[in-house]
């Protein structure tokens, strides 16, 4: 089969012009799968990783501190440190434009985004990398997002380097 295609595809002499005159472009698949779909966490913004066009709900692996995605604290300021994997747990709230400006419980998120699954985090060490990468440039995204810094959790601090990176090869099942 091998050689049956690498013969058919050595007839065109010019394999440019037959991938244009293909109907769905490869590199366009590609990205599609490799980049996702372009929608966003309505908490902390990170890319949807479902791949390509056709899912029925976005989703993340790993999902980061929600000042990450410029979210403030209303009365402070502050950018807000907590993840929403965690709140999607908890009897916080929140308000948006999708809720025009009604607090709603974070519990009951997919009424207002029922597009996108957010399951409860109980794994600490998968966000471990974004709660580092907070604490680590706490006060440059605070002065990017015009905020106030985060009140990162003391525990937060403890978190090395390496522990981060662990958390993301296992998140993403990456072996060494």
Not at 21 to 35: A, G, R
Not at 112 to 123: E, G, K, R
Not at 150 to 175: C, H, M, Y
Request: proline share 6%; with cysteine; net charge neutral.
């Amino acid at each position: 089969m091998n050689e049956q295609l690498q013969e058919e595809f050595s007839k065109s002499e010019d394999i440019t012009e037959t991938v244009n005159k293909l109907p769905t472009k490869p590199q366009d698949e590609l990205f599609s799968q490799v980049f996702g779909c372009g929608q966003q966490c309505p908490f902390c913004k990170v890319p949807c990783e479902a791949g390509g066009k056709k899912h029925e709900k976005h989703h993340a692996a790993v999902h980061r501190p929600q000042g990450l995605g410029r979210y403030r604290m209303v009365d402070s300021e502050k950018l807000v440190e907590t993840l929403c994997t965690t709140d999607v747990n908890s009897e916080r709230k929140f308000r948006c434009a999708a809720t025009n400006g009604e607090w709603q419980p974070y519990k009951e998120f997919a009424k207002i985004y029922p597009d996108w699954l957010i399951p409860p985090d109980y794994t600490r060490e998968a966000s471990d990398y974004w709660k580092y990468v907070l604490v680590k440039y706490n006060k440059r995204f605070a002065q990017e997002y015009n905020a106030k810094p985060a009140d990162v959790p003391e525990a937060w601090r403890s978190i090395t380097r390496e522990q981060a990176l662990n958390g993301l090869k296992e998140a993403f099942n990456i072996k060494d």
